[in-house]
C-alpha cells in the first residue's frame, strides 16, 4: 500500500491509502521519482543563491565604505584590541574584567557586530568583513524563502520565490551595503514563522508526520528566542511580531473552531514569552538597568516621545497622512529597486515591478477564491496591507530600507500569481489536470514573470557598470579608501574629523590604527564648544584635520574653523586631496601651521 497527498479546506497536506500498488514496482518507482524530484529542487534552489552570490560578491569593494557600514563594527575594533569599550549610557555587560555593550543606539542592539566579529577575526577589519556577513545571511534568507513559500504553496512557488528574491536590487543591494539595515532580522522574521507554522501544523494529528508532535514547547521556545533576538538587532522589528499577530489571528478566525485555536493560542503564549525574554534578554537588560540607574527606560522613553514630538530627523509621527503617503513612495522604490542614487548618476529601477506587483494581487486574489490556500493568500496580502501604516510610525526618519523586514512577501505573492494563472491557462487551453502537465503549468509561470525578472537582473547590471566606472559618490565613493591609505601611510593617528562620515569607516579600514577624533558638533551651525575645542586642538600644529568637500559636506565647518586659525596667527593649508574617479574631491586634509 502506498499514500497519495491531498490537502484540508486550509491547505495543510495530508495522506489517504490508496490500494493495489505493488511495493516492489508502483512504490519503488515513487520513491526514486520522490528522490529525483528533491534533488532538482536542491540543485535549483542552490542556483538560485549562487545567482544571488554572483551579483552580490561582484566589486565588493564598491562603492566606498560608508560610515552607516562601520557604525556597529567598530566597537568590535575596541574587543579586539582588548581596550575600553564605549557603553551607550554607560550599560554593558562585564565578563573577565572587560565591559561589552549590548546596544549601539536607543533602538538598535549590538548583534550584528557581534555576528560580524567571527567574520573580523577571519578576514581581518576592513570592507570585507563588513559586507560578507549581511551577504551571508541575506543567503539564508534565500533558502527559508523558499521553505515557507514551499509549505504554504508548493515546492514550485519556494523556487519562483527564491528566483526573484536572488535578483531583486533593493535585496541585493541592501544586503550588500547594510546602509541601515540588519540583514539577520529577516533571518530571524523568516525563521520564526516557519517554526511557528511547524507548531500549527503539528495540531493536526495524524495528517503530519510524527516527528511534528514530538517537542511542540521547544519548537514555540525557539520561535521566541528569534523573535527576541530580532527586536534586540533593532526595533522596527516590532513590526514583524504584529505582522505575526495577524497570521495567527486569521488562523484562529477562519478555523471551524475558532474557540480551539485560540486555546491553542494561550497555551503556547507561555512558552513564546520565555524564548522571547531570552532573545531580547540585552534588550531587556538595558531599558532595566537604566531604570535602576535612575534614567527612564531608554528605548520606552524614544518610543513614548516620538508619539508626541518630532523625532531627531524631524518626522512628526502625528501627521499620518503625509507619513503614509511617503510609505506608498518609500515601497514602490523598493519595489522597483531605485533608492539606490548614489551607485550612479541616474538610479536605475524596475519601471515594470509595480505594475507587476499590483497585477499579481489582484489576479492571485481573484484566482484565490476556489483554492483551498485561499486563506494563506489572504494573510499574505493582509501583512503587506498592514505593513505599510504600522511602518509609517518611527523613532527616526521614513527609509525605503525598513521595508527590507518585509521580504520575501512581495516576491512570494508574485510567484504565487504566475504559478496560479500558468496552471488557469494550463486547464483551460489543455483542459488537463494531469501531474506531467506540472511542468508545463510552471514554464508558463516563469514566462509571465520573465520581463520583470529579466528587467531586475538588467538594473543589477547597470548598477555594476556604473561602479566600475564611478566606483560610487561622495561619501559613498572609493575616495575612503585613498583618505584611510594616505592617513595610515603617513602615520597619522589621530587627526581631527571636522564633519560626520570619517571617523567610523577610517577606524575599520585601518584596523584602528588610525582614529580619527570627531569634533564637528550635531548642530547646523558651530557652536561654543566647537569654537572651543577647535582653539585646544590648533595649540599643537602638527595635528591634521579632515573635512569632506563643500558639496558633500554634512556640517561644513572648514569655513569657521579657517577663521579661528587665522585668528590665532595660523595659516590653513591642504595637505592631501583624497577624489572619487569623477576627479571631484571629498575628502581634504588640513594643516594649520
Not at 512558552?271 to 522571547?276: A, D, E, K, R
Not at 524614544?302 to 512628526?316: H, V
Not at 577647535?534 to 569657521?560: C, E, G, H, K, T
Request: net charge positive; hydrophobic share 50%.
Amino acid at each position: 500500500m502506498s499514500v497519495a497527498q491531498r490537502t484540508t479546506d486550509d491547505g495543510v497536506p495530508t495522506v489517504a491509502p490508496v490500494a493495489h500498488l505493488r511495493p516492489d514496482t508502483q512504490a519503488g518507482r515513487a520513491l526514486g521519482r520522490r528522490a529525483t524530484f528533491n534533488l532538482l529542487h536542491a540543485t535549483t534552489l542552490a542556483a538560485c543563491v549562487a545567482l544571488f552570490l554572483s551579483i552580490a560578491l561582484r566589486q565588493l569593494d564598491l562603492p566606498g565604505l560608508y560610515y552607516d557600514e562601520a557604525l556597529d563594527l567598530t566597537p568590535m575594533l575596541d574587543i579586539l584590541r582588548g581596550a575600553p569599550t564605549p557603553l551607550l549610557r554607560g550599560i554593558g555587560v562585564t565578563i573577565g574584567g572587560h565591559s561589552y555593550p549590548v546596544m549601539l543606539m536607543d533602538y538598535m542592539g549590538s548583534l550584528n557586530g557581534y555576528v560580524t566579529l567571527p567574520f573580523m577575526l577571519v578576514l581581518g577589519p576592513g570592507v570585507a568583513a563588513a559586507r560578507l556577513s549581511p551577504i551571508l545571511f541575506s543567503a539564508v534568507t534565500i533558502v527559508l524563502a523558499y521553505a515557507i513559500a514551499r509549505v504554504w504553496f508548493g515546492p514550485a512557488a519556494g523556487l519562483l520565490t527564491a528566483l526573484l528574491l536572488a535578483v531583486n536590487p533593493s535585496f541585493i543591494w541592501f544586503s550588500r551595503q547594510g546602509i541601515t539595515v540588519t540583514s539577520i532580522m529577516t533571518v530571524f522574521s523568516l525563521g520564526s514563522w516557519l517554526l511557528l507554522d511547524r507548531w500549527r501544523r503539528g495540531l493536526a494529528p495524524g495528517l503530519q508526520p510524527p516527528h511534528l508532535m514530538r517537542y511542540p514547547r521547544l519548537i514555540l521556545l525557539a520561535a521566541g528566542v528569534l523573535l527576541g533576538l530580532g527586536l534586540w538587532a533593532k526595533i522596527i522589528f516590532l513590526w514583524w511580531i504584529a505582522l505575526l499577530g495577524v497570521m495567527g489571528g486569521i488562523w484562529a478566525v477562519t478555523r471551524s473552531r475558532p474557540v480551539d485555536a485560540v486555546a491553542h493560542l494561550l497555551r503556547a503564549a507561555p512558552w513564546l514569552i520565555l524564548g522571547f525574554a531570552i532573545g531580547a534578554a540585552p534588550f531587556l537588560y538595558f531599558n532595566l538597568a537604566g531604570l535602576a540607574l535612575g534614567q527612564p527606560p531608554a528605548t520606552l522613553d524614544l518610543l513614548f516621545r516620538s508619539l508626541f514630538a518630532p523625532t531627531q530627523y524631524g518626522i512628526d509621527n502625528r501627521n499620518l497622512l503625509a507619513n503614509l503617503d511617503k510609505r506608498l513612495q518609500d515601497f514602490a522604490v523598493f519595489l522597483n529597486g531605485s533608492y539606490f542614487w548614489f551607485l550612479a548618476p541616474v538610479p536605475y529601477g524596475n519601471v515594470y515591478a509595480v505594475p507587476a506587483f499590483v497585477a499579481s494581487v489582484v489576479v492571485g486574489s481573484a484566482l484565490a477564491l476556489k483554492r483551498p490556500q485561499s486563506r494563506k493568500w489572504a494573510t499574505l496580502i493582509a501583512c503587506i496591507t498592514l505593513y505599510l501604516p504600522i511602518s509609517a510610525f518611527t523613532v527616526s526618519d521614513l527609509w525605503a530600507t525598513h521595508f527590507f523586514l518585509l521580504f520575501p512577501l512581495p516576491q512570494m505573492v508574485m510567484a504565487v500569481a504566475a504559478l496560479w494563472l500558468g496552471q488557469a491557462g494550463v486547464q483551460i487551453v489543455l483542459r488537463a489536470g494531469d501531474d506531467r502537465l506540472k511542468l508545463v503549468s510552471s514554464a508558463l509561470a516563469i514566462s509571465l514573470i520573465a520581463l520583470p525578472l529579466s528587467r531586475d537582473v538588467w538594473v543589477n547590471q547597470q548598477y555594476h557598470e556604473q561602479l566600475g566606472l564611478m566606483g560610487g559618490s561622495g561619501r559613498f565613493s572609493d575616495a575612503i579608501y585613498k583618505l584611510a591609505d594616505y592617513l595610515d601611510a603617513q602615520g597619522i593617528v589621530e587627526p581631527v574629523a571636522l564633519d560626520w562620515g570619517i571617523e567610523k569607516n577610517v577606524r575599520l579600514l585601518t584596523a584602528d590604527r588610525v582614529r580619527p577624533v570627531e569634533m564637528f558638533g550635531f548642530s547646523p551651525e558651530p557652536d561654543d564648544t566647537f569654537r572651543q575645542s577647535a582653539q585646544q586642538m590648533l595649540a599643537d600644529p602638527s595635528r591634521r584635520y579632515i573635512v569632506l568637500w563643500d558639496q558633500f559636506a554634512v556640517y561644513n565647518r572648514r569655513l569657521v574653523f579657517t577663521q579661528i586659525a587665522e585668528s590665532m596667527g595660523r595659516q590653513v593649508v591642504e595637505t592631501f586631496i583624497a577624489h572619487e574617479r569623477s576627479g571631484l574631491p571629498v575628502y581634504v586634509v588640513l594643516q594649520a601651521q
